[in-house]
């Protein structure tokens, strides 16, 4: 097949579904609520699961973690889940390649359900889905997206990662996988920094295009 991957790898938040801007929100205001924290704390955990946030802020607090996850859990009840523009059309093109693609999330399963239920399309361009559920180990460590290029038999250097947040880019480049960044989240200049290519989205890219330049 040229150069194009074996496997398609794709975080979720800021890569297939546009919800960064709802999370800033709800973190921004954790951070001034429970710490004093009006600088963009919802930038400073962007790729974190809630458990590494808790660990890292919240440590020492368990009543705290105990609101948040609460709060948490129903801001994502509430959130909507806007397509990022042209990941529909990639994702077929994806199947019509036989490409096979995993979903690497730091979210849990519950998000993930709540996924599936607003758009139950989506679950069927996917071979696996990696959740928070399933690793020991957090973005920027590898270990989420080398085990799904594992569960997809797809050596790192056959596999490509889609990305938007810092963690998530480093993840990928430290994985030994070829980094395809979105300019979402971050300025472009800064996702340039750490991706092979850099997308400010999905529409109008074609996997030929794409892996074949």
């Not at 546009?18 to 929100?25: G, L, N, V, W």
């Not at 009006?38 to 458990?51: A, S």
């Not at 519950?110 to 996917?126: C, G, R, S, V």
């Not at 596999?159 to 480093?170: P, T, Y």
């Amino acid at each position: 097949m040229g150069n194009f991957p074996a496997a398609a790898l794709f975080d979720l938040d800021g890569v297939i579904v546009d919800t960064e801007p709802q999370y800033s929100i709800f973190w921004d205001k954790t951070g001034a609520t429970y710490l004093h924290d009006t600088d963009h704390f919802g930038m400073k955990i962007k790729g974190n699961t809630v458990r590494q946030i808790f660990d890292r802020h919240f440590a020492g607090h368990e009543a705290w973690q105990r609101e948040i996850a609460a709060a948490l859990a129903e801001w994502e009840r509430q959130m909507k889940f806007y397509l990022i523009p042209g990941i529909l059309d990639f994702l077929s093109e994806l199947r019509s390649l036989h490409i096979r693609t995993a979903v690497v999330t730091s979210s849990d399963q519950a998000k993930l359900q709540n996924l599936w239920q607003a758009h139950p399309e989506l679950k069927t361009f996917f071979d696996i889905v990696i959740t928070a559920d399933d690793i020991t180990r957090s973005k920027p460590d590898p270990e989420g997206y080398l085990l799904a290029a594992a569960r997809l038999n797809a050596a790192p250097a056959q596999s490509v990662v889609f990305e938007d947040s810092r963690a998530g880019l480093q993840a990928a480049r430290a994985g030994g996988m070829r980094v395809v960044g979105l300019a979402t989240t971050l300025p472009r200049d800064e996702v340039a920094a750490f991706a092979d290519t850099v997308i400010e989205n999905f529409s109008g890219v074609r996997a030929h295009t794409l892996f074949c330049e």
